[in-house]
């Protein structure tokens, strides 16, 4: 409940974030409204004593976050991914937040997958390891089922771990609720929205049914997808609070010696990540948005295994088209064309000058493109991009920005694999390919033939929706001239009371 039980937490945040040196750092990035930011260092200096300490081997707002515990954690990763709300930077630095989190008992562990599975455990593992990896919500198992003989993922939810997490998305929601009332300024920060978004989130991520159904979707879309692979989700041994999936047995895309060991071409690997991706987002409307190198490993034949599918992004087919030819004119650097996207998408308002816009964007590529090849960025450039169709009047669209953080996550991965990668060169084919399928006259005719099948389905329907329609529009004609005789009616008497008022007055004097 959002009441003043959450003033206690609040003072406790508060305080861990003055003594960490993290509430300095987010205010600035958030550039908060200087009433609030010193509302809040008065607020939260004589408190500072009761703040937790945190590792001062970590950045102030990781070093803060890390020490309030898990939802404040899975709070950092989810701005991590709204670089419009805390700025680029401490995005950046919420991106790399670790969820090295001790891990709880393993007979804890055996006892909710028993309640939740029906089954003792050693009817359906013949082994159940002790835990892999422990982050803010789940702990990983690594275990082998007794039918079918294999190894297998078992993700199993934190003890207790949604009452927890409620606790602090109220108490964030009674923040935000009084840091608007107290400071209106503060309103454009959007603190509200914020906290929904990130509650919208955490509760998908604390139903593993979700999990399980994206993992499902992501590996039938991509099951063509050449040197990538997704561990199909177990249904019958997934549930709210368990997740099975099949093992993911590699070397990680972040130990670069290794993989050099191991033989691998870290140059195709790096352009492959890059070009997955970009195929994901524009062929399927449908990408992993969190992946890092610790969401992917590397198989001993040379496949990418993708896993943790906690964040997925969705863009519908309109926004997909729109985006690639965006990066396709910036690709050809062709800006007329770029601005002329965006006017005719509705992202800049119609009011403002499209050559004006145009040469903002060029302002924006040429620098870019004037770089080597070691430093061209697409990441930067959407970046960029965002920032001057703000300049123009572009209201905030989610999805995009989802998509420029993933973007920018991929190609530090890329580049993390290969420093010399050419980002433009890695993504011009793809980028074409979508766009010689999807744009132009085979994509209209598909566009066709999809409504001929919608038209064909309501056919039954069509001739009483069309009569509805014509009937619904004479009655609207007919109560507007009514309307029209009432008006003229109501003037007239208005008219002649007015008259006699002045009649009568002429009269007296």
């Given at each position: 409940?959002?009441?003043?039980?959450?003033?206690?937490r609040?003072?406790r945040?508060?305080?861990?974030?003055e003594?960490?040196?993290a509430m300095?750092?987010?205010?600035?990035a958030?550039?908060?409204?200087?009433?609030?930011?010193?509302?809040?260092?008065?607020?939260?200096?004589p408190?500072?004593?009761l703040?937790y300490?945190?590792?001062?081997?970590?950045?102030?707002?990781?070093?803060?976050?890390?020490?309030?515990?898990?939802?404040?954690?899975?709070?950092?990763?989810?701005?991590?991914t709204?670089?419009?709300?805390?700025?680029?930077?401490?995005?950046?630095?919420?991106?790399?937040?670790?969820?090295k989190?001790?891990?709880?008992p393993?007979a804890?562990?055996?006892?909710?997958?028993?309640?939740?599975?029906?089954?003792?455990?050693?009817?359906?593992?013949?082994?159940f390891?002790?835990?892999?990896?422990?982050?803010?919500?789940?702990?990983?198992?690594r275990?082998?089922?007794v039918?079918?003989d294999?190894?297998?993922?078992?993700?199993?939810?934190?003890?207790?771990?949604?009452?927890?997490?409620?606790?602090?998305?109220?108490?964030?929601?009674?923040?935000?609720?009084?840091?608007?009332?107290?400071?209106?300024?503060?309103?454009?920060?959007r603190?509200?929205?914020?906290?929904?978004?990130?509650?919208?989130?955490?509760?998908?991520?604390?139903d593993?049914?979700?999990?399980?159904?994206?993992?499902?979707?992501?590996?039938?879309?991509?099951?063509?997808?050449?040197?990538?692979?997704?561990?199909?989700?177990?249904?019958?041994?997934?549930?709210?609070?368990?997740?099975?999936?099949g093992?993911?047995?590699?070397?990680?895309?972040?130990?670069?010696?290794?993989?050099?060991e191991?033989?691998?071409?870290?140059?195709?690997?790096?352009?492959?990540?890059?070009?997955l991706?970009?195929?994901?987002?524009?062929?399927d409307?449908?990408?992993h948005a969190?992946?890092?190198?610790g969401?992917m490993?590397?198989s001993?034949?040379?496949?990418?295994i993708?896993?943790?599918f906690?964040?997925?992004?969705?863009?519908d087919?309109?926004?997909?088209r729109?985006?690639?030819?965006?990066?396709?004119?910036?690709?050809?650097?062709?800006?007329?064309?770029?601005?002329?996207?965006?006017?005719?998408?509705?992202?800049?308002p119609?009011?403002r000058?499209?050559?004006?816009?145009?040469?903002?964007?060029?302002?924006?590529?040429?620098?870019?493109?004037g770089?080597?090849?070691?430093?061209i960025?697409?990441a930067?450039l959407l970046?960029?991009?965002?920032?001057?169709?703000?300049?123009?009047?572009?209201?905030?669209?989610?999805?995009?920005?989802?998509?420029?953080?993933?973007?920018?996550?991929?190609?530090?991965?890329?580049?993390?694999?290969?420093?010399n990668?050419?980002?433009?060169?890695?993504?011009?084919?793809?980028?074409e390919?979508y766009?010689?399928?999807n744009?132009?006259?085979r994509a209209?005719l598909?566009d066709?033939v999809?409504t001929?099948?919608?038209?064909?389905?309501?056919?039954?329907?069509l001739?009483?929706l069309a009569?509805?329609l014509?009937m619904?529009q004479?009655r609207?004609?007919?109560?507007?001239?009514?309307?029209?005789?009432?008006d003229?009616?109501?003037m007239?008497?208005?008219?002649?009371?007015?008259a006699?008022?002045a009649?009568?007055?002429?009269?007296?004097?």
């Amino acid at each position: 409940m959002r009441g003043p039980h959450n003033i206690w937490r609040l003072i406790r945040t508060g305080a861990t974030f003055e003594r960490t040196g993290a509430m300095k750092v987010a205010l600035e990035a958030m550039e908060a409204p200087p009433r609030l930011r010193m509302a809040a260092r008065v607020l939260g200096w004589p408190f500072k004593w009761l703040g937790y300490r945190g590792d001062p081997a970590l950045p102030p707002v990781t070093r803060a976050l890390t020490a309030l515990g898990p939802a404040y954690i899975k709070f950092g990763q989810v701005l991590s991914t709204r670089p419009d709300v805390v700025g680029v930077d401490l995005a950046n630095q919420l991106r790399v937040l670790q969820d090295k989190l001790p891990p709880f008992p393993t007979a804890v562990a055996v006892a909710t997958v028993e309640e939740e599975l029906g089954q003792p455990v050693g009817a359906l593992f013949s082994e159940f390891g002790e835990p892999v990896a422990a982050a803010s919500i789940a702990q990983v198992h690594r275990a082998r089922t007794v039918e079918g003989d294999r190894d297998v993922a078992v993700k199993v939810l934190r003890p207790g771990i949604e009452r927890a997490f409620q606790r602090d998305i109220d108490a964030f929601h009674f923040a935000a609720e009084w840091m608007e009332r107290l400071s209106p300024a503060s309103r454009r920060l959007r603190p509200t929205d914020v906290v929904n978004h990130f509650e919208g989130v955490v509760m998908g991520e604390l139903d593993l049914r979700l999990e399980s159904a994206a993992a499902a979707e992501f590996a039938s879309t991509t099951k063509d997808d050449h040197g990538f692979s997704v561990p199909p989700p177990i249904w019958e041994l997934s549930s709210r609070r368990v997740m099975t999936l099949g093992w993911a047995e590699g070397i990680p895309l972040g130990d670069v010696t290794a993989l050099k060991e191991a033989g691998h071409d870290l140059n195709a690997l790096a352009e492959r990540v890059l070009q997955l991706f970009l195929s994901h987002a524009l062929r399927d409307g449908f990408f992993h948005a969190d992946m890092h190198q610790g969401n992917m490993k590397v198989s001993a034949g040379g496949d990418i295994i993708a896993y943790d599918f906690g964040i997925m992004g969705h863009i519908d087919e309109y926004t997909r088209r729109v985006y690639a030819e965006i990066l396709i004119g910036f690709i050809r650097r062709d800006y007329r064309s770029v601005a002329e996207v965006h006017f005719e998408a509705g992202y800049v308002p119609r009011d403002r000058d499209i050559d004006e816009f145009a040469r903002a964007l060029r302002a924006v590529g040429e620098p870019i493109f004037g770089m080597d090849a070691s430093r061209i960025s697409m990441a930067r450039l959407l970046s960029y991009l965002f920032e001057v169709t703000e300049k123009f009047g572009m209201q905030t669209r989610t999805e995009l920005i989802l998509l420029q953080r993933t973007m920018v996550v991929v190609e530090g991965v890329a580049r993390s694999l290969n420093p010399n990668i050419n980002i433009w060169q890695t993504a011009r084919p793809v980028v074409e390919t979508y766009i010689r399928e999807n744009v132009g006259p085979r994509a209209l005719l598909r566009d066709l033939v999809r409504t001929a099948r919608v038209l064909g389905r309501f056919g039954p329907r069509l001739p009483q929706l069309a009569e509805n329609l014509l009937m619904q529009q004479t009655r609207t004609e007919v109560q507007d001239v009514r309307h029209s005789g009432r008006d003229r009616l109501v003037m007239f008497l208005a008219g002649a009371a007015v008259a006699a008022l002045a009649f009568a007055a002429a009269s007296h004097f």
